[in-house]
């Protein structure tokens, strides 16, 4: 980049549990700016998980959220007229935006009712080391250990 870094954006804590986490979670859930639909189905997500597992629903969430959370990715880059897929760490700000849009995006795949069981399901699954997104981690470090060959080209 030629300019300056852009400024890193303060993001305010949600209104409940006083957590930025949560907002960041919130943000990647709304669709189209609705930000207090995108709470209301967040919180009733949370209640249905405390009321299935009979614990608080913002630690299994965070639980959740730390075992889909990927450690390191691959990424592609072409290197004398091959390309090869480049196993990378991942810097904590990307690793958490990566495990929420993957919890999110396999929440929003799932056939139920409403998005809240949606993603009170993914949750619980996700909290027991099961489900799509905690697969999809799976499959980003199986990727990443397959070509840990080609870890020298990192740049």
């Given amino acids: 980049m030629r300019k300056a870094k852009p400024k890193k954006r303060i993001i305010l ?3 409940k549990y006083n957590n930025p986490k949560v907002t960041k979670f919130v943000n990647n859930i709304m669709l189209r700016g609705k930000k207090n639909l995108a709470f209301s189905l967040f ?3 949370i209640d249905i998980v405390s009321e299935k597992t009979g614990e608080p629903g913002i630690q299994v969430w965070e ?9 390191v990715e691959v990424k592609s880059q072409r290197i004398g007229g091959a390309t090869f897929q480049i196993p ?3 810097r904590p700000s990307r690793k958490e935006s990566v495990g929420m849009k ?3 995006g396999f929440a929003r795949k799932r056939h139920e009712k409403s998005f809240s069981l949606k993603l009170a399901s993914e949750i619980m699954q996700a909290y027991k ?3 799509a997104a905690y697969k999809r981690k799976e499959d980003i470090h199986k990727m990443a250990d ?4 080609f870890a020298h080209y990192r740049s």
């Fill in 129 to 131: 080391n099961e489900g």
């Fill in 43 to 45: 919180y009733d997500a």
């Fill in 63 to 71: 639980a959740a959220l730390t075992n889909v959370t990927p450690n």
């Fill in 88 to 90: 990378t760490e991942i």
């Fill in 102 to 104: 993957n919890l999110i």
């Fill in 13 to 15: 804590p949600d209104p």
């Fill in 146 to 149: 397959a070509n840990k060959a």
